[in-house]
């Protein structure tokens, strides 16, 4: 369980950080100085980040056997900026939370 948690974290900050860049830097920079190298480069790279996201979030739904509400509540995260960083603290929270009740059996 440690291993799939950390694998979602450090995709979570990965995928938040990509969308941020891509959303307040490559975004402007494409509609603002006709830049458009910056999102041709991020974009794919989030977008490809953001699927091995969303496998490393079922990944770990279904190990801890979430609703199918929370998983993609959790999935969709990833898509708002700065989002996924709030989920990321919150899906930590709940893992250790069973984690602890878990372990009290």
């Known amino acids: 369980?440690?291993?799939?948690?950390?694998?979602?974290r450090i995709t979570a900050w990965v995928v938040g950080v990509?969308?941020?860049?891509l959303v307040f830097v490559a975004v402007p920079l494409k509609?603002?100085?006709?830049k458009p190298a910056a999102v041709a480069v991020v974009g794919p790279f989030h977008g490809l980040l953001f699927m091995v996201y969303l496998v490393f979030t079922?990944?770990?739904?279904?190990?801890?056997?979430?609703?199918?509400?929370?998983?993609?509540?959790?999935?969709?995260?990833?898509?708002?900026?700065?989002?996924s960083f709030v989920a990321e603290r919150k899906v930590t929270s709940w893992v250790t939370a069973s984690q602890v009740a878990g372990a009290d059996r």
Request: a positive charge; zero cysteines; hydrophobic letters at 60%.
């Open 58 to 83: 079922l990944d770990l739904a279904v190990r801890n056997r979430w609703a199918p509400w929370r998983t993609l509540l959790v999935m969709i995260a990833g898509t708002v900026p700065f989002l």
């Open 18 to 21: 990509g969308l941020l860049v």
């Open 1 to 8: 369980m440690k291993a799939a948690l950390l694998r979602y």
């Open 31 to 34: 509609h603002f100085a006709h």
